[in-house]
């Protein structure tokens, strides 16, 4: 799930999500090459802002990690924000990370559910279901993994929990719009 840099158990938030296999096949004097066609789908802006305040906050994290009663990764915990790129299908080939990530440099990690999640709220009629990723590493794609996904699960339900109780107010006011929470 994670590209690089980050630790078991980090949230990763899908700002924009991305289908990374839209695109043409071409051969290119033999070679095969993809020409990425994408339609990245990102976050309200008013989310976006708001979750970038946590980006250096470990102490939301630590409360997090101290809830736990299982083991815990080494390192701390921290969010990251920025393109993740879904697609269906599972990747045990280190070679098809690299592919990947040749279009998509900035890449946060890759999954499979959130960019169908993200454009059937963006293609819904108005007014549009709110929508944000909050998915934990568990497995580093080509490195796969069963050992963290229960903590993983938890870390990113209980950030999803933590963060949306605490902002819920300024991210949506009843008055937003004239529209009831």
């Not at 976006?48 to 101290?66: A, D, H, M, W």
């Not at 279901?129 to 069963?146: G, I, L, N, Q, Y």
């Not at 963290?148 to 719009?177: G, N």
Request: aromatic share 10%; charged share 25%.
């Amino acid at each position: 799930m994670a590209v690089q840099n980050k630790e078991f158990g980090d949230v990763l938030v899908a700002d924009p999500s991305v289908d990374y296999n839209s695109g043409k096949v071409v051969d290119v004097n033999g070679i095969r090459e993809f020409l990425p066609d994408p339609y990245p789908i990102g976050l309200n802006a008013r989310l976006r802002s708001v979750l970038q305040r946590y980006s250096g906050n470990k102490q939301v994290f630590t409360r997090i990690r101290e809830r736990w009663t299982g083991a815990t990764p080494k390192n701390g915990n921290r969010l990251h924000i920025g393109p993740v790129g879904a697609a269906d299908q599972v990747i045990d080939d280190p070679t098809r990370i690299l592919e990947i990530t040749k279009n998509w440099r900035k890449l946060v990690g890759v999954e499979m559910e959130t960019y169908a999640v993200y454009r059937a709220c963006h293609e819904s009629p108005d007014p549009k279901p709110r929508m944000a990723s909050f998915k934990a590493v568990c497995d580093f794609a080509a490195e796969k993994t069963d050992s963290w996904q229960t903590f993983a699960a938890f870390m990113a339900a209980e950030f999803a929990v933590d963060f949306l109780k605490a902002e819920w107010d300024a991210l949506w006011p009843t008055t937003l719009q004239g529209r009831d929470r």
